[in-house]
T-cell receptor, first 109, second 113 residues
Framework: KQEVTQIPAALSVPEGENLVLNCSFTDSAIYNLQWFRQDPGKGLTSLLLIQSSQREQTSGRLNASLDKSSGRSTLYIAASQPGDSATYLCAVEGGKLIFGQGTELSVKP | NAGVTQTPKFRVLKTGQSMTLLCAQDMNHEYMYWYRQDPGMGLRLIHYSVGEGTTAKGEVPDGYNVSRLKKQNFLLGLESAAPSQTSVYFC????????????FGPGTRLTVT
């Protein structure tokens, strides 16, 4: 059974800092991995999707990597801003989308 | 282009009452999904559909029924609500599986007393 873990559960950083969020999964037989952002009381917004054949994807200040063999993904956020404060969820698809519990990020001005 | 919309946004039910949550998407997506999100449990798949007229069970289907009579709509029904069904419900859609992103609606916050 696929299990997805995100560490840390919460992270607080000062504005301008570069940071890395971690995601690990137990079954490497996946189609893709997605990173989502969720603001309080809101739905999920897709940030990046990495297909199983890819190693990384970039969008603006975000860079996500995927290492299927080790069952790990990272989301790198450069030059963090207070507007980046949200919960970040990773999810792997191997037939169904299985989510991690998320990392709650707070960027302090 | 509204994306994925859900109605209602909030609802309070008494134990034993029934209700239907409506999800609509205007992206011509084949796949649609219903999830529930609970503190400490994350998002879990309730039911999904791979096309008009099809439905399938997800991880936590008990107590829920679904229908996909039209491609753009996916309905989630609770026949006899229980307090354990208090949750935030999200609908999502995607073009297909594999390489395609899932797009989520804004959610429905349901409380069962």
């Amino acid at each position: 059974k696929q299990e997805v873990t995100q560490i840390p559960a919460a992270l607080s950083v000062p504005e301008g800092e570069n940071l890395v969020l971690n995601c690990s999964f137990t079954d490497s037989a996946i189609y893709n991995l997605q990173w989502f952002r969720q603001d309080p009381g809101k739905g999920l917004t897709s940030l990046l999707l990495i297909q199983s054949s890819q190693r990384e994807q970039t969008s603006g200040r975000l860079n996500a990597s995927l290492d299927k063999s080790s069952g790990r993904s990272t989301l790198y956020i450069a030059a963090s801003q207070p507007g980046d404060s949200a919960t970040y969820l990773c999810a792997v698809e191997g037939g169904k989308l299985i989510f991690g519990q998320g990392t709650e990020l707070s960027v302090k001005p | 282009n509204a994306g994925v919309t859900q109605t209602p946004k909030f609802r309070v039910l008494k134990t034993g009452q029934s209700m239907t949550l409506l999800c609509a998407q205007d992206m011509n997506h084949e796949y649609m999904y219903w999830y529930r999100q609970d503190p400490g449990m994350g998002l879990r798949l309730i039911h999904y559909s791979v096309g008009e007229g099809t439905t399938a069970k997800g991880e936590v289907p008990d107590g829920y029924n679904v229908s996909r009579l039209k491609k753009q709509n996916f309905l989630l029904g609770l026949e006899s609500a229980a307090p354990s069904q208090t949750s935030v419900y999200f609908c999502a859609s995607s073009y297909s599986r594999g390489s395609y992103e899932q797009y989520f609606g804004p959610g429905t916050r349901l409380t069962v007393t």
